[in-house]
């Protein structure tokens, strides 16, 4: 069966150009661990890297033959702190996705939707950065307040539509 959250599992690779011992200099991807940096599997307790050269076959290189190892081309990873300090102003229809006049139904809706992307319950049993869990937290604190922002005026507005029941007069 397939097995999501396998610890061994190998992520797409990351481009980088290997120095070898011999002055040979190669490029391809290194394949490194889902949640690992390229220096975590470089200082690991394993004897070789697994490497896949542009146009080639995946392979083993002996760490003991390495002269150096080069990223290219790796973007930088994304502050999630800056994201969520980007969004101080807070509107609850953004953050669930929903336009000015959504409805109930509507609002639920996204609200469910984006409680169950967010919700750090969902990955607690995948190994993720500590700022990949705040961040989750985060989100899910604000989507939960979007909601109930919303959900509030909306319970009162269909409170105040319906029909007012009186009991019968004596």
């Known amino acids: 069966m397939f097995e999501r959250n396998r610890v061994d599992s190998i992520s797409d690779g990351v481009p980088v150009e290997i ?19 390229v220096a975590d599997a470089l200082n690991g307790t394993g004897a070789f890297i697994e ?3 542009y146009g080639g076959e995946r392979t083993f290189l ?11 081309g790796v973007p930088r990873g994304v502050n999630l702190q800056a994201r969520l300090a980007d969004a101080n102003e807070f509107d609850p229809h953004r953050i669930l996705g929903l ?17 169950k992307a967010y919700h ?3 990955y607690a049993t995948v190994e993720l950065p500590r ?4 961040y989750l937290a985060a989100m ?3 989507i939960n307040a979007a909601h109930a922002a919303l959900e509030v005026p909306e319970k009162k507005r269909a409170t105040r ?7 019968p007069g004596r």
Do not use: Q, W
Not at 19 to 37: Q, R, S
Not at 62 to 72: D, F, M, T, W
Not at 131 to 134: G, I, P, Q, T
């Open 99 to 115: 336009s000015v006049g959504a409805t109930r139904d509507e609002i639920r809706a996204a609200y469910f939707s984006l409680a």
């Open 62 to 72: 002996g760490k003991a033959h390495l002269a150096s190892i080069r990223p290219v």
């Open 19 to 37: 120095a070898l011992a011999d002055g040979e200099t190669i490029k391809g991807k290194l394949m490194v661990p889902p949640a690992k940096a």
């Open 140 to 142: 899910a604190r604000r």
């Open 161 to 167: 539509a319906e029909a007012v029941f009186t009991s």
């Open 131 to 134: 700022e990949v869990r705040d």
């Open 51 to 53: 490497f896949e050269p």
């Open 120 to 122: 750090p319950d969902r």
